[in-house]
């Protein structure tokens, strides 16, 4: 059974750092894009980043504007699970963040996780 678990949301204030995870299960993580979206009340859902591997192990990672230079996706191996590492946060980071799963092959993200509140306030 495909699963994805997020956790390690909680709050923060402006400035501080959050490292999300997401742990995957029930598929072999090399043949998938990892991705991390968010959704802000009243807001509709926007891509954060993303991760994907290439036949040469070698790994590539995208990026949100508003992520670039602040956050950065990587994996674990051992333990199927991918990470946000989240610095230098603002209010506007302030949202549930999801990890999703897309075929590599595939067109869009198929599995969800259930998503992990992020706060950032003073």
């Known amino acids: 059974q495909v699963q994805l678990v997020e956790s390690g949301g909680g709050s923060v204030q402006p400035g501080g750092s959050l490292r999300l995870s997401c742990a995957v299960y029930?598929?072999?993580?090399?043949?998938?894009?990892i991705g991390w979206f968010r959704q802000a009340p009243g807001k509709e859902r926007e891509f954060v980043a993303s991760?994907?591997?290439?036949?040469?192990?070698?790994?590539?990672?995208s990026y949100a504007d508003s992520a670039k230079g602040r956050f950065t996706i990587s994996r674990d191996n051992a333990k199927s699970t991918v990470y946000l590492q989240m610095n230098s946060l603002k209010p506007e980071d302030t949202a549930v963040y999801y990890c999703?799963?897309?075929?590599?092959?595939?067109?869009?993200?198929?599995?969800w996780g259930q998503g992990t509140q992020v706060t950032v306030s003073s």
């Open positions: 999703a799963a897309k075929y590599v092959l595939g067109s869009q993200y198929d599995y």
């Open positions: 029930g598929f072999i993580l090399d043949y998938y894009a």
């Open positions: 991760i994907k591997w290439t036949d040469g192990g070698i790994f590539f990672a």
